[in-house]
């Protein structure tokens, strides 16, 4: 099969990853062999090709194919796998398994399990013709989307779903997302459906207007003004804010933009500032989520109440994708298509 291989970690300019014909995978048991039809580009492929996480084990392995939202058939059945048949249209997401015995897996916490294994970092993922997944961690995709529109619900869909719903937003309330990427431009969607009015912040104009066709009801430029100061003069600020840019400038803004009493959800790191606890606001740290936080997107993409705006890439294109993604000149996602 076809597949993208990463050998070294290094800057994506230099030629770091490779289309090479590899053999295809088997199944072993308790897996499905997968023919991927898409496979969503994400920053954290970014991150691992250029070497951003070696400190944290990232990649578990060389050489490794990338990626970890990804749509396929199931072409190949592996021993002990119940409920899957040939043919079957599933997801994948960046948990590819977990243990399902530590105190995380006991308490629908699976996503920080102390054994887990993530797709496309610990295991091959998705950049290629085919891939092995664990049939207790595929999720099957509603019919109505193309595979296309459905790999980004695979990683961004299920992060902006796991951060907004740590933002204990009540109908009515008042939402700020900063940083409209892959992740942030489901935020949006997310946050709506919760019921809330949602203000969209970011320096690229292309995502704003990404964010007021999705419905957000207005946009801060940072370039140009304080997100800060924006949101506090209008109410005392809004009741959370959920952070996907990977700045501390940024990050300190929407602390400050949230009201008293309001929440504050990171989905990168970012160093906060001194906290003045007299206004008892909540700092909650998101990442990925559960897998009945995947079934939750599914669902809203099904209802039509979240969508992804995808830009679909051949597979021997990756790394263009990833460098446009770099430079910033993706409208929200790209999505290679083997
Ligand atoms: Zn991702
Ligand atoms: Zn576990």
Request: aromatic content about 6%.
């Amino acid at each position: 099969m076809k597949a993208v291989l990463l050998d070294q970690t290094g800057p994506i300019e230099d030629e770091r990853l490779r289309v090479a014909d590899v053999d295809i995978p088997e199944p072993g048991p308790g897996e499905v062999l997968l023919r991927v039809q898409a496979c969503g580009v994400c920053r954290s492929n970014l991150h691992m090709i250029e070497g951003d996480w070696v400190a944290n084990g990232v990649p578990g392995k060389l050489p490794i194919i990338p990626d970890h939202e990804v749509v396929g058939t199931v072409a190949k059945i592996g021993h002990a796998v119940d409920g899957l048949f040939l043919g079957d249209r599933v997801g994948v997401q960046p948990l590819w398994w977990t243990d399902g015995t530590c105190e995380f897996c006991l308490s629908a916490r699976e996503h920080l399990c102390w054994n887990k294994q993530i797709t496309g970092e610990t295991v091959d993922g998705g950049y290629a013709e085919f891939m092995v997944a664990s049939a207790a961690h595929v999720h099957p995709v509603p019919e109505l989307l193309t595979a296309v529109e459905a790999a980004p619900l695979f990683c961004p869909g299920i992060t902006a779903y796991s951060a907004v719903a740590q933002a204990r937003i009540r109908p009515g309330d008042r939402v700020a997302v900063f940083g409209l990427g892959g992740v942030g431009h489901m935020a949006v969607q997310v946050a709506r459906a919760f019921g809330a009015e949602v203000i969209a912040a970011d320096r690229n104009p292309l995502h704003l207007d990404v964010a007021r066709e999705l419905g957000a009801v207005s946009t801060i430029d940072v370039r140009n003004v304080d997100a800060g100061e924006a949101l506090a003069a209008d109410k005392g600020g809004v009741d959370a804010a959920l952070v996907f840019a990977p700045s501390d400038v940024l990050t300190q803004q929407a602390l400050y933009g949230v009201r008293r009493g309001g929440t504050l959800v990171l989905g990168v790191s970012a160093q906060l500032p001194r906290l003045a606890f007299f206004e008892a606001k909540t700092i909650v740290e998101s990442v990925i989520g559960n897998r009945a936080d995947m079934r939750r997107v599914l669902k809203l993409a099904e209802m039509g109440l979240v969508r992804s705006v995808a830009e679909p890439y051949p597979l021997d294109r990756a790394v263009d994708a990833l460098r446009a993604l770099k430079r910033g000149e993706l409208r929200s996602r790209a999505v290679l298509t083997p």
